[in-house]
């Protein structure tokens, strides 16, 4: 291979629109997963209520799921994410916010950051501070679930993944190179987009941090919550399960 085509980068989700991320993830078995939670969120919750918080819930797709058990509110990040998963849950609140300094005016029965979203954090300092924030959010008796990035042991450095989804209007590939450098998983994630009007290429690079158990529990702990950590989870990366005690 004698040349390499070099694509525009881009921060983050800028340019991920909802239809695009849910081309990537159509395969995602968000439906299975949400039964999960409603029964994890229903066997161990003790608030009394059934009032849920997702933090960076994306396009919204668990949401859509636990909504017919739950009531259900959620934030992200991305403003891309945000207007996806409002057309999606257009009777739910969903805001644009961060997970270190959200404030949605009141609490909740269970909050969840799922899809290891929380490794986007980086650092431990931020990990507190975000757990902190959400036991802010979470009523006594309630839970917090968080899902994490991958184990260091269960990461192959230089792993290409590769995903891809289409529908009548639009055509989406994603390949992406993992490298792991230290505690930072840096994924250069290449995103081929085919519409009508051609093919446009661009490139995010996601850097999420390998978190261990103990600084979870210890992230938990300083937020005032118990931990129990289940090691398979919703899909292999672990389920850090917090509750709030009850008054």
Request: glycine residues 10%.
């Given at each position: 291979m004698s040349e390499i085509v070099r694509a525009q980068e881009v921060p983050a989700?800028?340019?991920?629109?909802?239809?695009?991320?849910?081309?990537?993830?159509?395969?995602?078995?968000?439906?299975?997963?949400?039964?999960k939670l409603t029964e994890l969120i229903d066997s161990n919750c003790e608030s009394g209520g059934n009032r849920v918080l997702e933090?960076?819930?994306?396009?919204?797709?668990?949401?859509?799921?636990l909504d017919p058990h739950f009531s259900v509110d959620g934030f992200d990040l991305s403003a891309e994410q945000v207007v996806a998963a409002k057309k999606r849950l257009p009777d739910a609140r969903i805001e644009k916010a961060d997970?270190?300094?959200?404030?949605?005016?009141?609490?909740y029965d269970a909050v969840l950051c799922l899809f290891s979203s929380i490794g986007y954090l980086k650092t431990k300092e931020n990990l507190d501070k975000a757990i902190a924030n959400m036991a802010k959010h979470t009523l006594p008796g309630g839970l917090v679930i968080v899902e994490p990035w991958l184990r260091a042991e269960d990461i192959k450095p230089g792993h290409i993944s590769i995903e891809q989804g289409k529908n009548e209007q639009l055509a989406v590939q994603r390949m992406g190179k993992l490298v792991q450098k230290g505690t930072i998983s840096s994924l250069a994630m290449h995103h081929m987009i085919g519409t009508e009007r051609g093919i446009e290429h661009f490139?995010?690079?996601?850097?999420?941090?390998?978190?261990?158990?103990?600084?979870f529990t210890d992230a938990f702990h300083k937020a005032g919550l118990s931990i129990e950590i289940d090691p398979e989870g919703l899909t292999g990366r672990r389920l850090c399960i917090g509750k709030k005690p009850a008054q």
């Open positions: 989700y800028t340019m991920m629109t909802g239809e695009i991320y849910d081309l990537i993830y159509a395969d995602k078995d968000y439906q299975g997963q949400a039964a933090a960076a819930c994306g396009t919204g797709t668990y949401m859509q799921f997970m270190l300094d959200f404030d949605m005016g009141g609490q490139v995010e690079t996601h850097e999420l941090a390998v978190y261990t158990d103990e600084e």
